[in-house]
């Protein structure tokens, strides 16, 4: 051999790396590389979100074990980038469960719970005993601390009753967010359940979509994110020409409420993101939690889904 030949010989067992097609790429690599464009792509809007307050409204319809598994990890990945997350918990199809169980009818007036004294019992057991210690559990298990609250502690939530019909079911009249600040500047994760202080000292069951805005409101949140069981928000919902509106204005919304083209469900969510962008929010999200990662998709992609509201 001319001991100036500085090539190497080829070895058995070992890919000469110059005969190798550039775009020869194994699954295995393809898939990396798809990870890869994935986190290139969140990471502007990890940037842009860190530090900054989020309320979630996490829907009971939507509260199936796996689900509620991918929801509570989602949650735990925004804790862990630098958001400052407040979860707000329903429990609507539980409460109704445990209520048909006990043989106690549910009743409704215009879509909201009658809540006599032994519902308001059971509303209790299951916001607070079962719903809300398990999604404390899940985040915890997921890698972020997080405390369960409910609004009756430390006078986080201060109601009045809505109606003597619907029995103790309350409205927001103010919220007191000192307890939520304190958790968040600790850097732990608040799940607040739906009950709530009336005047005279009584437990009051609060609609979730009106404490979710509330809470919003008072934290001047940046971001306020309703978890339905559909895609978002629908024009012409119910006709041949629904459409679903990827990005709707507070403005557009208020007319909707007033011509009554919403359906039901959707009311509350849309009166409470018009009432939480009035008290100084700056942006909502009406997004399908029976999708997974619809949060992740939705803050961290640059087409998200679901429906965006914006100021104008």
Not at 119 to 143: F, K
Not at 184 to 190: G, H, K, M, Q
Not at 270 to 279: K, M, N, Q, R, T
Request: glycine content about 10%; hydrophobic content about 45%.
């Amino acid at each position: 051999m001319d001991p100036l030949d500085r090539s190497r010989p080829a070895l058995k067992g070992v890919v000469d790396l110059a005969t190798v097609d550039p775009l020869d790429l194994t699954d295995r690599t393809r898939a990396a590389q798809a990870k890869a464009r994935v986190l290139r792509e969140a990471l502007p809007w990890i940037t842009r979100w860190a530090g900054q307050t989020m309320v979630i409204k996490y829907g009971g319809s939507t509260n199936q074990d796996m689900l509620a598994e991918t929801f509570a990890a989602d949650a735990a990945l925004l804790h862990s980038v630098g958001l400052r997350v407040v979860v707000v918990h329903g429990g609507g199809p539980q409460i109704t469960a445990l209520s048909e169980r006990l043989g106690l009818e549910a009743r409704f007036i215009d879509g909201r719970r009658v809540t006599d004294a032994e519902t308001l019992e059971v509303v209790r057991m299951v916001l607070l005993g079962q719903v809300n210690p398990q999604l404390v559990r899940m985040i915890c298990s997921a890698g972020a601390p997080a405390i369960g609250v409910a609004g009756t502690d430390a006078g986080l939530i201060y109601a009045r009753q809505a109606d003597p019909a619907l029995g103790a079911v309350g409205e927001v009249e103010a919220v007191n967010p000192r307890v939520l600040i304190t958790l968040l500047d600790s850097r732990v994760v608040p799940v607040v359940a739906t009950v709530g202080h009336g005047p005279d000292g009584q437990e009051l069951n609060i609609n979730a979509d009106a404490v979710a805005g509330a809470i919003a409101m008072s934290l001047q949140a940046d971001k306020l994110i309703y978890l339905t069981n559909v895609p978002g928000l629908y024009e012409d919902f119910g006709t041949v020409s629904s459409t679903l509106l990827s990005e709707v204005s507070v403005e557009r919304l208020r007319a909707m409420l007033a011509s009554g083209e919403l359906n039901a469900g959707m009311i509350p969510k849309v009166a409470s993101i018009v009432a939480a962008f009035d008290g100084g929010i700056k942006q909502a999200h009406l997004l399908d939690g029976r999708i997974e990662h619809a949060l992740l998709l939705e803050i961290f992609t640059d087409e998200g889904i679901g429906t965006m509201v914006t100021p104008s």
